[in-house]
């Protein structure tokens, strides 16, 4: 009988260091328990991932909106209709990536038609640089702030490292100053460490996973683009031969 109330007061007693352990590793304990320093290290990397999502949100939907685009566009294109009625519809029209490369190119077309016929022999060189110029816009368009998630992914670890080393020393300087190396002064340091770990590998990771993904969705635009540059380059040129 008195084994058993032992054995209950032990389960009472345990549950209650639980419970009140529970709270001390909570992620606002974490954080309010923290050293300044790791504050800011946590306080910096949360606005980093909080960005670095906001930046992917929108790339998502840029890529996606340019690809949709790249499609339409190539359809009309290849459908057979002329190209003086391809460029009346789309001059007057919001335009991007491989559209926007295909009025800039007639644009270019119908200045050197309808003015000098002396600068016709030149015209296939100033459509390509048109043409790459457009490409090299609408590319920098669609990468801009592709650099802040490289960023994020190759720095974000090493600040959480630093965060970790940080809450590492405020652990031993707990121990130093109070005599005591039991659990209960080494684990709030340790956690904070960790903490801080886990914020920074929370804003990699993401980062570096859509970076690679929106790099390579990036490449194989900019060969479509390039290769459709080819394609009505070849149009050109024939067209030239004609005229001259």
Do not use: C
Not at 19 to 25: I, R, S, W
Not at 149 to 172: E, H, K, N, R
Not at 204 to 212: C, D, E, R, T, W
């Amino acid at each position: 009988m008195q084994s058993g109330i032992l054995l209950l007061a032990q389960a009472v007693d345990v549950s209650s260091i639980g419970a009140t352990g529970g709270e001390g590793v909570s992620v606002v304990a974490l954080f309010l328990q923290a050293h300044i320093v790791v504050k800011v290290v946590m306080v910096g990397l949360l606005f980093a991932s909080i960005w670095s999502w906001a930046v992917i949100v929108e790339k998502i939907f840029t890529f996606r909106s340019a690809r949709k685009a790249t499609d339409r566009f190539e359809q009309m294109f290849w459908s057979g209709q002329s190209l003086e009625e391809l460029y009346s519809a789309m001059a007057h029209q919001k335009t991007q990536a491989m559209s926007t490369m295909f009025v800039a190119a007639m644009r270019e077309w119908k200045r050197t038609v309808e003015g000098s016929p002396k600068s016709f022999r030149g015209i296939q060189l100033r459509v390509e640089k048109v043409m790459d110029v457009t490409i090299n816009r609408e590319m920098d368009r669609l990468e801009r702030r592709l650099l802040f998630l490289a960023s994020v992914g190759s720095t974000a670890p090493f600040i959480g490292l630093f965060g970790t080393v940080w809450g590492i020393m405020t652990s031993f300087q707990a121990i130093a100053i109070s005599k005591n190396s039991s659990l209960a002064v080494v684990a709030p340091g340790i956690a904070e460490a960790l903490f801080a770990t886990a914020l920074g590998l929370l804003a990699a990771i993401p980062s570096v996973l859509f970076y690679n993904k929106f790099n390579n969705d990036s490449q194989r635009l900019s060969q479509r683009l390039e290769s459709f540059a080819d394609e009505f380059a070849s149009i050109i040129s024939r067209q030239v031969d004609v005229r001259t």
